[in-house]
């Protein structure tokens, strides 16, 4: 296969462009009210200027700038994701508005925590001046946020209309933020190497009352978790009978993007009843096989596991063999299903009745969903959400099997949510995407683009390059798809595909086959066709 996929390079331009770009960031309106992302955004570039991006990482950033202690486990709290994510949002936020005339831009790519100052050939000066002098004007305007531990400064004097006078101020001015951005970054360590401030903790919601108003509970697990997505999951509560294992029951799992949700489950339970508003719901049972499978101690495979799952007393698995369902042992099993209601009492109550061994589940979600409808699913191949123009969220990569990710840096066209296309996953690959069992079918979107191939990018060529197939549950439903066939490159292809019917199992699996160099995909997007 000739398609390399290889990172893009970064631009390189001087330190002190640099400096002189953080320095604005850090000054404007877009900030003002943003402590803790200052202080984010002034640490992972003074690490950047000294030439230390590869110390910058989770246990790092979640240490030295977000007040955890020392035994942080980036496993157990995703803090590091969110925030960096954060700032990455309000980057894009502050870059769409007074920072669109910028020559210089930072980013932070998806998957990575080290910034990149990107020029912009596109920028043009602003109101009429050079850009340097743009710069030095939303310095001298907006003072830096009061609120961050930095020593007091005198404010910059207003730049002269004299042309004599506008290259001091126009320093001064950059001196000032420059150093009040180094001070800022010198506050982040106290003697001992510890932020000053008090740690920031995110508070587990009460059931029923979670951010989201979901409830998440990771069963045979003993305490909160974060996940890829910023959603808060519950320690294990409202079971009956079951154990956990001594140990956890290894570090992978495939088609999954958060193994610990995997890494422990509940034994031998017999039931959980879980207090619930009045309402209709979306459930998510997530299940693997950890014991039973071929290369496992106990070998086995197919029937070795068996048992029913009901809700409120009636059946809704009958004979669930995860090994089975999955497609084998050591795979993340999700099964989804719709109009879900709490009994008259307010208690959801899950039955589990073993026919052959144990029985055994890993985690539970209750969602509140529309009635006959399960709640859309949209997943971008990147390491965290993103939300786009109709402000609506697009989770992180999962479900995935095979294929890399990748990151050409290059700004996609012809859409209005370009963050969808910061990175693609190519190769030979496939995704098993829970959905409810049938009844129903699904609306399926996939974006597309062509960031590697084409005369003005890496790969160079043209039409012919890339050419694949995609077949959902077996059945082909994209033939030789040549994305530079239908667009240019680096402009965004929406497939929509009607009418897609899930397996008995609740599944839309699609194979990404390629058959000139390597498949892709940036996004994926499910809707239930139910009314």
């Known amino acids: 296969m000739g398609d390399a996929n290889q990172t893009g390079t970064r631009p390189a331009p001087s330190t002190g462009a640099e400096r002189l770009e953080l320095?604005?960031?850090?000054?404007?309106?877009?900030?003002?009210?943003?402590?803790?992302l200052i202080k984010l955004l002034a640490y992972v570039c003074e690490k950047h200027f000294a030439g230390e991006d590869a110390q910058l990482c989770e246990y790092?950033?979640?240490?030295?700038?977000l007040g955890r202690p020392a035994d942080f486990d980036p496993a157990e709290d995703a803090i590091a994701r969110v925030e960096i994510h954060r700032l990455r949002k309000k980057l894009r936020e502050y870059y769409a508005a007074e920072g669109s005339q910028q020559p210089l831009k930072i980013i932070i790519p998806p998957g990575l925590y080290t910034p990149v100052f990107q020029q912009d050939g596109n920028s043009a000066p602003a109101n009429g001046k050079p850009p340097q002098e743009s710069v030095a004007a939303t310095l001298s305007g907006t003072p830096v946020d009061p609120t961050v531990e930095a020593p007091e400064l005198p404010g910059a004097a207003p730049i002269r209309s004299s042309p004599r006078k506008s290259g001091i101020w126009l320093a001064a001015a950059a001196m000032l933020v420059i150093v009040a951005t180094v001070a800022t970054v010198a506050v982040l360590r106290n003697p001992s190497g510890h932020p000053p401030e008090a740690p920031f903790h995110l508070v587990p919601p009460s059931v029923g009352a979670a951010p989201d108003n979901a409830i998440r509970i990771i069963a045979g697990y003993d305490r909160k978790y974060i996940d890829h997505h910023g959603h808060t999951w519950l320690p294990d509560n409202?079971?009956?009978?079951?154990?956990?294992?001594?140990?956890?029951?290894?570090?992978?799992?495939?088609?999954?993007?958060?193994?610990?949700l995997y890494q422990n489950g509940r034994v031998g339970l017999t039931a959980y009843h879980i207090p619930l508003k009045p309402g209709n719901y979306e459930l998510k049972l997530h299940f693997v096989e950890p014991i039973y499978g071929p290369g496992l101690?106990?070998?086995?495979?197919?029937?070795?596991?068996?048992?029913?799952?009901?809700?409120?007393?009636?059946?809704?698995?009958?004979?669930?063999?995860?090994?089975?369902?999955?497609g084998g042992p050591l795979i993340a099993d999700v099964r989804v299903f719709k109009d879900i209601h709490p009994g008259p009492d307010g208690i959801l109550r899950l039955g589990f009745h073993a026919k052959r061994e144990q029985t055994i589940v890993s985690a539970i979600e209750i969602e509140p969903a529309e009635p006959h409808k399960i709640n859309p699913i949209r997943i971008v191949t990147q390491p965290n959400s993103v939300t786009d123009s109709h402000g609506q969220v697009w989770e992180a990569d999962n479900y995935y099997a095979g294929g890399q990710i990748s990151n050409h840096w290059k700004a996609v066209t012809g859409t209005p949510d370009a963050d969808l296309f910061a990175n693609e996953r190519y190769g030979h690959f496939s995704y098993a995407i829970p959905v409810a069992p049938p009844p129903g079918a699904y609306s399926v979107a996939m974006y597309f683009a062509e960031t590697y191939w084409g005369k003005e990018n890496e790969g160079g060529g043209g039409i012919g390059q890339r050419v694949f197939d995609i077949y959902c549950n077996g059945a082909a439903i994209v033939r030789n798809l040549d994305i530079l066939k239908e667009v240019s490159p680096n402009h965004a292809l929406v497939k929509r595909f009607r009418g897609l019917r899930p397996t008995a199992q609740g599944k839309l699996n699609f194979e990404f086959v390629p058959v000139v160099n390597y498949a892709s995909v940036f996004a994926i997007e499910v809707l239930d066709e139910g009314r």
């Open 238 to 260: 409202y079971f009956e009978n079951g154990g956990r294992p001594a140990a956890p029951f290894r570090t992978f799992f495939a088609r999954t993007s958060d193994p610990l």
């Open 297 to 326: 101690e106990t070998s086995g495979g197919e029937n070795s596991r068996v048992f029913d799952v009901l809700v409120n007393g009636k059946t809704l698995i009958d004979s669930l063999d995860i090994v089975s369902d999955a």
């Open 60 to 65: 790092s950033i979640a240490t030295e700038v």
């Open 23 to 36: 320095a604005a960031v850090l000054a404007s309106p877009t900030f003002a009210r943003a402590q803790r």
